[in-house]
Structure formats: C-alpha cells, structure tokens
C-alpha cells in the first residue's frame, strides 16, 4: 500500500514508518503544515494515497498553548479531511488516532469502547471534538478512529513520564521530582500499538472506533521498582506540587476485546523488556 503519513517526524510517526516498511509498504510522509489548507490539499493529491494514518497532533497534556490543541487536533484533521475529500480515487483506509484519554475519570475500568467519554483536559477534548467532526466525513470517506492507551518506546520526549524516569535512572540521578505518584496506567510498547495500526489499515471497519490497549495495567511505583531491578540504581522519588495535576486520570486500563476480534490477539513486548530497550539506548 501507499500509507500517507502525517506526524511522521514524531514519536509514534518514527516508530509507524519503521513497521510499515518493514511490512513492504510504500510510506509518503506528509510535510505541510495542518493549518495549511490549501498546501496540504496539493500535497495530498500529488501522493494519491491507497490509505492514510493521521498521527500528528499536540499531544503533551501540560501543553501551554490551549488554543493549539483546538487549532491543530481539530481544525488541522478537518483540512487533512477536507483535503482527501478532493482526490479522485478515495483512500481504502483512513485511520485517525484519537486517544484514550477522552474517558477521562471513570469509575469502572477496564474500559471498553461502550463507555461514554468524560474528557478532563484540553488535549482530551480536542481529540473527542476531532472524532465528533470526522463523523461528518463518513459519507464520503472510510475513515475509522483508534484511540491508544499509554504507551511508551525509544524517541519519546522527557515531558512523558515513562521517558523523564529512563533518563533519571540512566544517567544514575541522585533523586527525580514527579507529580502524582498515586496513578494506573497501561505502559504498552510504540512498537505493538503501531503493529495494530498496520493491522487495523488492512481490516478496520469504517466508523468504529477501536482501543488499543493490552488491558495490563501498571501501578507507578512498580514501574520505579521495575526500574530499580533493571538499572541497578537506587534513586530518591519527590513529589513536586507544581507538577501535580488537579485534573489527573488516575487509573486508565482498556478492553482490547474489539481490537482483538478485528485483527487478532498481538504479542507484545514486557514492560520490563521495553524499558530495557529504552535503557540501553540511554546508556
């Protein structure tokens, strides 16, 4: 296939065109800037894509710039959108990334994609405004939703918690300050969640949405513990108050029944086979 690939210069992006290629497709990165409507449009009928993985976006939740999430995770996929609209052979697939993060605070989880969201930040709500516009494309173009729980690898920045902690431990930092120490997470491995979206490309259903997740989640602390075991470092943990949310999601875990029933059960990485990955390659 020929995936046009937006974000292909971040985190997931990297991560996405190393599996795709590795798969034997063709990946078309895209270079305009979502904001530029009329540029990215050209740039979108020059590709001719036979499908499209939509993965840029503000994603750091303590963004400063508000207005950006609003500009860049709606208005941007509303021009990429507009700007597929226009091709004369339509894309097969079109994946847009969501995140799991539009649940907000639920109080029941595991979470299943029947749950309603109760987004608690700004990114959360860009992304779950970005579905409910997409929604309106649906007529015209075979666009589906994943929305991915945590997940982590090589290449993400130290403003992600899973990241700032390697560095610390890697370089045998004395202490490392953190918000709330008190929260569950899926830590699920870059390089399984971009399988799925390859899988997903091949037969993800139009409309629906898909989380993608292991349904393993993680306390905090033992990811500190896992750390410690791995590094050999003994390293001093403190809470920082200014890096405490108000608005923090405190257990995030996820049902990967659909995902599974769609594409079939994925082997993943361990955690702690991840953060060895992304240790040795600190060190």
């Known amino acids: 296939m020929r995936i046009l690939l937006t974000g292909a210069d971040g985190f997931t992006g990297r991560h996405f065109a190393d599996s795709a290629k590795a798969a034997g497709h063709a990946l078309i990165a895209v270079n305009s800037d979502l904001k530029d409507r009329e540029g990215l449009k050209q740039e979108i009928l020059k590709a001719e894509p036979d499908a499209v993985v939509h993965l840029a976006a503000i994603s750091f939740v303590g963004h400063a710039d508000v ?147 292991s349904g393993k989640p993680v306390t905090l602390k033992s990811v500190i513990e896992l750390l410690r075991k791995i590094s050999g470092h003994e390293l001093e943990v403190k809470v920082n108050p200014d890096f405490v949310r108000a608005n923090e999601v405190h257990r995030l875990c996820g049902v990967p029944t659909k995902l599974e029933k769609c594409i079939g059960a994925l082997s993943h990485p361990s955690l702690e086979d991840t953060l060895q990955w992304m240790l040795r390659n600190q060190i």
């Open 67 to 213: 207005s950006a999430f609003y500009d860049v995770n709606v208005i941007g996929t509303l021009n990429l959108l507009d700007g597929l609209t226009a091709l004369p052979q339509i894309p097969r697939k079109i994946l847009l990334a969501s995140s799991a993060n539009v649940y907000g605070n639920c109080e029941q989880s595991p979470i299943s994609e029947e749950q309603a969201p109760a987004p608690v930040n700004h990114y959360a709500m860009s992304k779950l405004a970005m579905e409910y516009m997409a929604r309106n494309y649906l007529d015209r173009l075979p666009l589906f939703f994943v929305r991915p729980f945590n997940y982590t690898g090589l290449g993400q920045t130290e403003s992600f918690l899973i990241p700032k902690l390697v560095a610390h431990f890697a370089r045998q930092a004395a202490f490392v300050e953190l918000g709330n120490l008190d929260v569950e997470r899926e830590f699920n491995d870059a390089r399984f969640v971009c399988d799925a979206y390859l899988k997903l490309l091949e037969k993800g259903v139009s409309g629906e949405i898909y989380n993608v997740c």
